[in-house]
């Protein structure tokens, strides 16, 4: 770490602390050449996620695709705000797992499964966008799907 008064690079730790739930460390340093105090604040770098469409094309990970998408699935029905963010939290922390490269379809997976969870009738209208559903029996199949899973 550079001082930001001397841009001297030897510095020593007086304070550690977790902060922001444990996502992050802030450290109070001491500047040895200077004694200048600073603040520095740390974070576990994050895994960049790209999605492999499924003509083969590689696009960055968007969240808000993931939320729009839920949010049109939840339409009309009593789910908070929150409770869209906390699934595209839950939804990003299963996908970084697999360390960069996912598919469509494994993200299109995991969103049913979290909002199978959280609402059964949103989970029902996503998946009939998700898996393209064309009659009424693709409808039927997910309900039953549904109840096996209960």
Not at 50 to 69: C, F, L, M, N, T
Not at 107 to 118: N, P
């Amino acid at each position: 770490m550079r001082c930001p008064r001397c841009n001297g690079v030897d510095d020593k730790v007086i304070d550690s602390r977790s902060t922001e739930d444990g996502a992050a460390i802030r450290r109070r340093r001491q500047c040895e050449s200077c004694s200048t105090r600073f603040t520095t604040i740390e974070r576990l770098e994050s895994v960049v996620l790209s999605v492999i469409k499924r003509d083969g094309r590689r696009v960055p990970y968007d969240r808000s695709k993931v939320e729009a998408g839920v949010q049109a699935a939840c339409k009309g029905r009593p789910i908070e705000p929150g409770d869209v963010a906390s699934l595209a939290d839950r939804v990003e922390e299963r996908l970084a797992v697999s360390k960069g490269d996912v598919t469509a379809d494994e993200v299109g997976q995991v969103v049913l499964g979290e909002l199978r969870e959280l609402d059964r009738v949103a989970a029902v209208r996503f998946a009939s966008v998700y898996k393209s559903f064309d009659d009424p029996q693709d409808f039927e199949r997910e309900v039953k799907l549904l109840e096996t899973d209960q």
